[in-house]
């Protein structure tokens, strides 16, 4: 017997290493050689950028939308000449929306890569998990989709193209307290930086408004089972459910919702336009927050042609910005990166397809409008009160 | 609250115990931890999503097909890859690292052939459940409850009356002894891995049907299951799959006190509980196998 249970005991030692993969990596390793990069006069070798978002697993959908959406920066460039007589290459890395591949894929890109800067992630963990390492090797980071307010201090070499949830959280609470005058809201999410940054928010703000938080649970994002959570949530006195999660475990929450007969309001983060969520069962008047987003009909229409799809994917203009600022900033001043860092700190009021850039003094949007969005029928809308 | 909360721990049991009952019944008969177990269902299920979804074939068809196609992976397993390694007398350590590079491997394979994307098999239309007592169950949860139900006296019936039950019983017990009375132990081998592969098959199928289909979901229902077998004692049949009901009831309750990303946490407290205190499980004995 002692035999046998020390197999058992060492095949799930084993699993568990596998299945770590879901939990925060909160020390990434890191490369200390810190080396420098001297700017060659008259160089002619191509400009190294590095890309990072999710190609697998959950959220992959929108990440591979948005990696054509730096694609298409990219080849503007290249068909134009390049960056002073340069041209500029890619190297794509799937962070897969997990903190641990990000991180494998971040010391990847910088020190064996070696590239200049860095687009992404989108997730915040994949952002989160890299900070570190962009902070030591002095890398920029322009981040397409990551919203957690912690990336806000990260470091001197993070930026975003997008709010962070500070806002969005904020905007999600008042909607709820005052539009849809919901006084008592149950929070569901799952653990992630991402979800339980904006869950975090939501209920500071819900509860400073006057409102009651009745229940508050969590799931683990790799959760393909809520119905007990669910339950809770039912046979709590909420109004309304705050949910915020990645594509997969939504699909099937909602689902499970469908099935348990919870017909409370439900609102979401941004996450949820992914067109998986949007055409999934059960979503049928769920409303969810988004950043306000010029309709850029130029760009909608080039995009779709070169890429065949039929829509531009939530961050794709995102991605797109972030990957023309940083290019434009190296054609400015070079590939020096410490020169590239502070003069991105001076983009202001830099009209992008995906709105208005102007970064603060944390590397973070200046400003940050949101819109309530609602599914009907598998297809998003704006809200408007009946 | 109480009935929802025990039909919601009934079913994640009943999920957990068509993976725990396969897994024991390949355990018992080659006394090794075949991890790959939970892979032979994401492979049924992705093989019923690419036979209904993709080429239109109708269920009748495909639900014995992907049956016989998980009983067949799991015997080709066997076949291919543990066989040789037993005829070189390897240990029951490096089978289970050869199971865990299987499963592995055919997590991965399934990702690069159908993408890493959750796939949604829309066989039955789902909605609202049946209300019972104010508690929600649904026609697809009614059938996975009766199915394992159905299973569960079969596979009894089976290992204690029919013949080659009792001959699996035998090389269970004592594989050497079973031999000498002109048993081919290969074979019952052989046997067990397709019973048990045709379980996980079926597996997949509901599983499928409740939960949708992505690579990774193996592995995770195979913690599940390993950990209910280990509970119900991996040597039991029986054990096992009331293993399965307890994990799932206590994974279910607990979470009602407890916040809910304990969930897995309670599942691994209650495993190496049952390791340190009773390591043989619920219904396991010391030496051998039970019906």
Redesign the interface.
């Known amino acids: 017997?002692p035999k046998k249970?020390g197999?058992?005991?060492?095949?799930?030692a084993?699993?568990l290493l596998?299945?770590g993969g879901c939990s925060r990596t909160d020390a990434p390793t890191t490369n200390t050689s810190g080396a420098t990069e001297t700017p060659a006069v008259k160089d002619t070798s191509p400009i190294k950028l590095g890309w990072l978002g999710p190609l697998?697993?959950d959220v992959?959908?929108v990440g591979t939308a948005n990696r054509e959406g730096t694609e298409l920066a990219v080849k503007e460039i290249n068909d134009a000449g390049g960056i002073n007589g340069r041209k500029v290459e890619v190297v794509y890395e799937d962070g897969a929306c997990d903190s641990k591949t990000a991180s494998n894929a971040g010391n990847k890109l910088i020190n064996v890569e070696k590239v200049t800067a860095i687009v992404g992630g989108l997730c915040s963990g994949e952002t989160l998990a890299n900070t570190t390492v962009a902070e030591e090797n002095k890398v920029v980071m322009v981040a397409y989709g990551s919203t957690a307010p912690s990336l806000t201090t990260a470091g001197d070499y993070i930026f975003r193209v997008v709010p962070s949830d500070s806002y969005q959280g904020k905007y999600a609470a008042n909607f709820v307290y005052s539009t849809l005058g919901k006084k008592k809201v149950a929070v569901l999410y799952a653990?992630t930086d991402y979800t339980e940054g904006i869950a975090q928010v939501f209920i500071d703000e819900y509860k400073k408004l006057g409102g009651e938080v009745v229940l508050t649970?969590?799931?683990?994002q790799?959760?393909?089972?809520l119905?007990?959570?669910l339950?809770?949530v039912?046979?709590s006195e909420a109004e309304a459910l705050y949910f915020p999660t990645y594509?997969?475990a939504a699909?099937?929450g909602f689902?499970q919702m469908?099935?348990?007969?919870l017909s409370i309001s439900i609102i979401g983060p941004e996450g949820y336009a992914d067109p998986?969520i949007v055409a999934?069962?059960?979503t049928h008047d769920t409303m969810y927050t988004a950043p306000v987003s010029p309709e850029n009909e130029s760009f909608n229409n080039k995009f779709m042609a070169a890429t065949k799809r039929t829509d531009v994917p939530i961050y794709t203009t995102h991605a797109y910005d972030a990957t023309k600022i940083l290019l434009e900033t190296i054609k400015k001043v070079g590939t020096d990166k410490e020169m590239i860092k502070n003069e991105l700190y001076n983009v202001k009021n830099y009209q992008g397809v995906s709105g208005e850039i102007t970064f603060d003094k944390n590397g973070d949007l200046a400003t940050a409008n949101y819109e309530i969005m609602v599914i009907k029928n598998n297809k998003s809308e704006k809200y408007s009160a009946q | 609250m109480f009935l929802q909360l025990l039909i919601n721990g009934l079913i994640a049991g009943s999920i957990y115990a068509l993976i725990s009952s396969g897994f024991s019944i390949i355990y018992t008969t080659n006394k090794f931890v075949h991890f790959a177990h939970g892979s032979t269902a994401t492979v049924a299920a992705y093989f019923l999503y690419w036979t209904f979804s993709g080429l239109g074939i109708p269920i009748y068809i495909t639900f014995p097909l992907t049956i016989f196609v998980a009983a067949l992976f799991g015997f080709l397993i066997h076949l291919v890859i543990y066989l040789p390694l037993k005829k070189r007398k390897t240990s029951s350590v490096i089978l289970l690292i050869a199971s865990i590079g299987i499963m592995i491997f055919c997590d991965n394979l399934m990702q690069l052939l159908f993408g890493a994307n959750v796939k949604i098999l829309s066989i039955f239309p789902h909605g609202r459940g049946i209300e019972f007592l104010g508690a929600y169950i649904t026609p697809i949860q009614i059938a996975i409850l009766i199915i394992v139900l159905i299973l569960f006296v079969g596979l009894w019936t089976f290992s204690k009356y029919s013949r080659l039950g009792k001959i699996m019983r035998a090389v269970a017990d004592n594989p050497e002894l079973a031999k000498t009375t002109g048993i081919n132990s290969v074979r019952i081998q052989h046997w067990s891995f397709v019973i048990g592969s045709a379980i996980a098959g079926l597996a997949g199928i509901l599983i499928a049907l409740e939960h949708n289909i992505e690579p990774s979901m193996g592995t995770h229902l195979m913690i599940q299951g390993f950990t209910a077998a280990v509970i119900g004692g991996v040597t039991s049949l029986p054990g096992s799959i009331v293993g399965a009901y307890v994990l799932g009831l206590v994974e279910n309750f607990g979470i009602w006190w407890l916040p809910s990303g304990y969930k897995s946490a309670i599942a691994f407290v209650l495993l190496l509980a049952f390791l340190l205190v009773r390591p043989q499980g619920i219904f396991g004995i010391n030496k051998g196998a039970r019906e």
């Open positions: 017997m249970l197999i058992m005991i060492a095949g799930l084993l699993f596998i299945g697998t697993g992959s959908s653990k649970d969590t799931f683990l790799t959760d393909r089972d119905k007990t959570q339950t809770k039912k046979n594509t997969e699909v099937v689902k469908k099935e348990l007969g998986k999934a069962e059960g």
